[in-house]
Every structure is written in structure tokens, then in C-alpha cells.
């Protein structure tokens, strides 16, 4: 009994070695005729940065200057069928609306290290991602 469809493989990337780490797991799992997804997620500016009052193509250039970086870093992983997303909002919303929009059969995302007092007070990421999604979440501890 196969638990999940990878024809479509999401990962949420942070920059993290764990991430990295990840996208090499997502890389394991996918068949030829995988698509392995990764997205990153920029918090909103507040209304009052000056970048959203002066200039009203900041998150364009925000997510730009992301996706350049994700692409240097993704560069020497030697993946192919990769899609990159660069995003805006809530993490853990964005990344189970978008594993819904393309019909993820898997998300692939590292936990933190945080410490539980840490956890308790601002939650953590990959927790909300599994109540969220709309499909099978692999969370891999870190340094595993």
C-alpha cells in the first residue's frame, strides 16, 4: 500500500540546512515523474516600514531577491522538475494553500529546534502545517 502520491512533493525552505536537508529527502522519494516543489514564505511589512509606504513594488523586489538566493542555494543540489514559489503571509497557511492548489501528495518539512517554552508561546511552524494540510505531512527531526 503506497501512503502517498509523489508525483507532487512539497517542501517550505527557510535557508536552514535542515531545509536543505529535506529537499535532498523529497529528492529520495520522487520518481522521474515527480514535480518537487519548493516554496519560501516572507512575512508581510507592516504598514508602517517605510519600504510598503515608499515604495509599492517592495514585496515584488522582496520576493525576487528570494528567489534569486533559493536558486544559488538550490543550485548544486542537482534536482530536476523543480517549481520555486516565493509567497507572502502566514507560513503555515500559505504552504497548506498551496499544497492544496497543486494537489501535493507530500509535504517534507524539518522541524525546529525550538525549546518547548519557545513552542508554547509562538507555536511552531511545521505543527500548524500538519493540522493544515490538505495531504500527508513527513516532518523530520533535525539532525536526523
Do not use: Q, Y
Amino acid at each position: 500500500m503506497k501512503w502517498f502520491n509523489n508525483k507532487r512533493i512539497l517542501v517550505p525552505f527557510d535557508f536552514s540546512d535542515a531545509c536543505l536537508d529535506a529537499i535532498g529527502v523529497a529528492k529520495a522519494l520522487a520518481v522521474d515523474t515527480s514535480d518537487i516543489h519548493v516554496i519560501h514564505v516572507l512575512e508581510n511589512l507592516p504598514a508602517t516600514s517605510p519600504l510598503s509606504i515608499w515604495d509599492p513594488e517592495a514585496d515584488e523586489h522582496r520576493k525576487e531577491t528570494a528567489r534569486k538566493a533559493i536558486k544559488d542555494k538550490l543550485a548544486d543540489l542537482d534536482i530536476s522538475n523543480v517549481h520555486l514559489d516565493v509567497s507572502i503571509g502566514n507560513p503555515a497557511r500559505v504552504v497548506a494553500d498551496l499544497a492544496k492548489d497543486i494537489e501535493c501528495g507530500l509535504i517534507i518539512i524539518p522541524s525546529n529546534s525550538r525549546s518547548t517554552i519557545e513552542r508554547f508561546l509562538i507555536g511552531s511552524v511545521a505543527e500548524r502545517v500538519v493540522r493544515l494540510a490538505p495531504c500527508p505531512v513527513l516532518v523530520l527531526k533535525n539532525g536526523v
